[in-house]
């Protein structure tokens, strides 16, 4: 079993910045991969961001490339997510999710941390 937990999110004008932090824990020496998704209401989730967790690969969703870094700190086990230039429809419930070693697919999922842009 692996646990998650966000922090970080909040309210800020178009144009600003936040970090978001996941702080995992339990079986962590499993890990593989991390991402980030996101929920806005009345839309399904997508995902924004990953990184692996050994080699530390990154991948984006085009909407979020050139704004957003996914990074991850292996000794206190987080990983995070800078954002900058955010734009209203950035707005969303953020998650953190991973996959382990023998997967399949992303198991393991934070609670969410609300992001809100105001214009």
């Known amino acids: 079993q692996v646990q998650l937990v966000e922090s970080g999110g909040g309210l800020v004008q178009a144009g600003g910045s936040l970090r978001l932090s996941c702080a995992a824990s339990?079986?962590?020496?499993?890990?593989?991969?991390m991402g980030w998704f996101r929920q806005a209401p009345g839309k399904e989730r997508e995902f924004v961001a990953s990184i692996t967790w050994s080699g530390g690969s990154t991948s984006y969703a085009d909407s979020v490339k050139g704004r957003f870094t996914i990074s991850r700190d292996n000794a206190k086990n987080t990983v995070y997510l800078q954002m900058n230039s955010l734009k209203p429809e950035d707005t969303a419930v953020y998650y953190c999710?991973?996959?382990?070693?023998?997967?399949?697919?992303?198991?393991?999922w934070g609670q969410g941390t609300q992001v809100t842009v105001s214009s």
């Open positions: 339990g079986r962590t020496f499993n890990l593989n991969t």
């Open positions: 999710a991973s996959i382990v070693n023998g997967g399949p697919g992303y198991r393991y």
